[in-house]
């Protein structure tokens, strides 16, 4: 077992492209939102729009929203209209797990550890994904920004509120985190978090991960159980 692996106490996962599938649900309820802001499907501002959310999966929401529309009138709007579509099309039943995803939350803390799922998504929403899934009582905890000050990710601030708040692990180094974009792995590596990886099953790939500092990339988190028992 490699100084990587070695007594990992806490795992924080992340949801959409990490754990649970949505099939682009992102980029779709983006159409509400730009469509809220007057922004035409198919101009040059909409396509820009749509590349920077997706350049920026992983993020908080609303600072995404911050960036593209200034006001924070007109950000809170986009927000709004944003989390009212994705969550629609969350209860027409349109997510899934990731394969092997529940199974592997279950080894981790069959394993001992803590799991805690985080999200970029606003509340409201994070709960309309685990309730879709039938995962409201998976793991004992669940963050979305708000519930860290208000700042998601690349900052830090998600991965050590559950480090506070469990209290699973002594020093952040016994800290796993794993998520599908560079946003995910930069607020682990800021975190101090022990293992940082990325998964190939969202919305980033290799170059990205390990640009932001990634220790490990993993064809999904499925591979996860076995990295940690210093099998891989």
């Known amino acids: 077992m490699t100084t990587e692996t070695r007594d990992i106490r806490l795992v924080v996962l992340d949801m959409a492209g990490t754990t649970v599938a949505d099939g682009g649900l992102v980029e779709r309820a983006f159409a509400a939102a730009a469509d809220e802001l007057g922004v035409e499907p198919g101009s040059a501002e909409h396509a820009e729009h749509l590349s920077y959310v997706r350049a920026t999966m992983g993020e908080s929401k609303i600072s995404v929203f911050r960036h593209l529309f200034g006001a924070e009138d007109r950000a809170q709007r986009a927000n709004t209209a944003f989390e009212k579509a994705y969550g629609e099309l969350v209860e027409d039943g349109l997510i899934a797990a990731v394969p092997g995803a529940r199974e592997t939350i279950g080894e981790l803390a069959d394993s001992g550890r803590t799991v805690v799922l985080t999200t970029g998504f606003a509340r409201v929403t994070q709960d309309a994904v685990l309730a879709a899934l039938g995962w409201q009582d998976l793991v004992p905890l669940t963050l979305c920004p708000a519930d860290a000050g208000g700042r998601g990710r690349p900052y830090p601030d998600m991965v050590l509120e559950a480090f506070l708040r469990t209290k699973a692990a002594e020093d952040v180094t016994q800290v796993a985190v794993v998520g599908d974009t560079s946003y995910d792995?930069?607020?682990?590596?800021?975190?101090?978090?022990?293992?940082?990886?990325?998964?190939?099953?969202g919305a980033h790939g290799d170059d990205a991960f390990r640009a932001a500092g990634a220790t490990h990339v993993l064809d999904s988190v499925a591979a996860l159980p076995a990295l940690l028992a210093g099998d891989r």
């Open 185 to 201: 792995v930069l607020s682990g590596v800021r975190a101090g978090a022990g293992l940082v990886a990325g998964v190939r099953t």
